[in-house]
């Protein structure tokens, strides 16, 4: 069944199409908000959170790019924005609890590709981490990148190689090892 | 093959098991988005919703121009200045109870202001109404903390507690996220600010109480 006729039976207050359309497009969703959030509870509300503002902007939708590119623009907003409200929430909690402790932390080195690599797609700034999950972790291509977050194929691009200079750089004696 | 090149392609090999995402839970998901479409239907037609938050905002304004009046009789006769002569023939009694009634009230419209606004934390779409609100409240709140009313050390506490709740969602914009909106609900919640003022209210004495 086509995106369109799916909408039409939304929008006419089907809520057996409200499933199909969420059957067919969760997995895709989850996965990515999952890579994003890197935590599966996190990943399960900011999944549902899209859904159900998905559901209620379905009227806006104005049919410019498929669906599933829609609905990942939405679950990318929700995710990066209920990433950034946890960071301030941690950042308050750690100022009220934690501040002695903070100037004497150290990183460790870890020896370990995987481990130091998440670490350090964690650290990249948002933009940079959004395109390098979407197209070499979750394999999306730079139209399909630009078409979810309203850019053009070109920035795409040039986030994704500043995101993995900014990972060479960072794992760069690894490299040397 | 450049050491650029071999590095770049351990990246990759190495970026696939980045945040590697578990099966979904799909129905306990959907369980979740079905809940919140029932409620987003319910809420059909618009305009119903709009009454409680009208309502609440009427009655509040009313009380804090009751406790603004109870305040400036009180803080007259502090004073030892001449008080208006209604207020100033009110016992010191009668002035109590008045402001005991005065913070039920408040307290009250708090409890229906929070409770409404918990249950728009997803929809979000009532932003400036709610900080209007909520400035309101704590203008009340305010007079309240420095009235007699605030003397007593328990309601002092909730007053206190109240307060941090309302600057919170008095300094909300429409352009707020859901996660702003969370973060407050979860304050309110870790301080048990609503089951304490649930407490506090006599049963009914809320007008503004019901469905959103």
Redesign the interface.
């Known amino acids: 069944m086509d995106d369109r006729d799916l909408i039409g039976r939304v929008l006419a207050g089907d809520s057996r199409a409200e499933r199909e359309l969420y059957d067919v497009h969760v997995d895709r969703v989850f996965r990515l908000v999952h890579r994003m959030a890197g935590d599966p509870h996190r990943a399960q509300d900011y999944t549902q959170e899209t859904f159900i503002r998905a559901f209620r902007r379905l009227a806006d939708f104005r049919g410019d790019s498929a669906l599933s590119t829609w609905l990942c623009a939405i679950a990318i907003s929700v995710t990066l924005n209920g990433l950034r409200s946890l960071k301030r929430a941690r950042e308050r909690e750690v100022a009220l609890d934690e501040a002695p402790e903070i100037g004497g932390r150290t990183v460790q080195a870890d020896p370990d590709l995987k481990l130091r690599l998440t670490r350090a797609i964690d650290g990249l700034p948002d933009g940079y981490r959004t395109v390098f999950v979407m197209h070499d972790v979750e394999g999306y291509t730079h139209e399909e990148i630009a078409a979810t977050l309203g850019v053009q194929p070109g920035t795409s691009k040039a986030q994704l190689f500043r995101a993995r200079a900014r990972l060479r750089e960072a794992l760069a004696d690894f490299a040397r090892d | 093959m450049t050491?650029?090149d071999?590095?770049?392609e351990?990246?990759?090999a190495?970026?696939?098991?980045?945040?590697t995402?578990?099966e979904?839970?799909?129905e306990?998901?959907?369980r979740?988005?079905?809940a919140?479409?029932r409620l987003?239907r319910a809420r059909r037609p618009g305009p119903r919703r709009w009454v409680p938050w009208a309502a609440a905002a009427t009655a509040l304004l009313a009380a804090g121009i009751g406790i603004g009046r109870l305040s400036t009789s009180h803080m007259a006769a502090g004073a030892g200045g001449a008080a208006p002569a209604a207020a100033g023939t009110a016992s010191p009694r009668v002035n109590q109870t008045a402001y005991r009634m005065a913070t039920v009230e408040h307290l009250g419209q708090s409890e229906a202001f929070l409770t409404l606004f918990r249950a728009s934390v997803?929809?979000g779409s009532q932003e400036r109404l709610a900080s209007a609100t909520a400035r309101q409240l704590l203008a009340t709140n305010r007079l309240l903390l420095d009235s007699p009313a605030g003397q007593d050390r328990r309601t002092r506490l909730l007053l206190e507690d109240l307060e941090l709740v309302l600057a919170e969602i008095a300094q909300l914009t429409p352009q707020a996220?859901?996660?702003?909106r969370?973060?407050i609900r979860?304050g309110m919640e870790r301080g048990g600010v609503l089951s304490r003022l649930r407490t506090v209210v006599p049963a009914g004495a809320t007008p503004t109480r019901g469905d959103l």
């Open positions: 050491d650029e071999q590095l770049d351990s990246l990759r190495a970026a696939r098991d980045y945040h995402p578990p979904p839970p799909r306990a998901m959907w979740a988005i079905e919140a479409r987003d997803r929809s996220t859901a996660g702003d969370e973060l979860e």
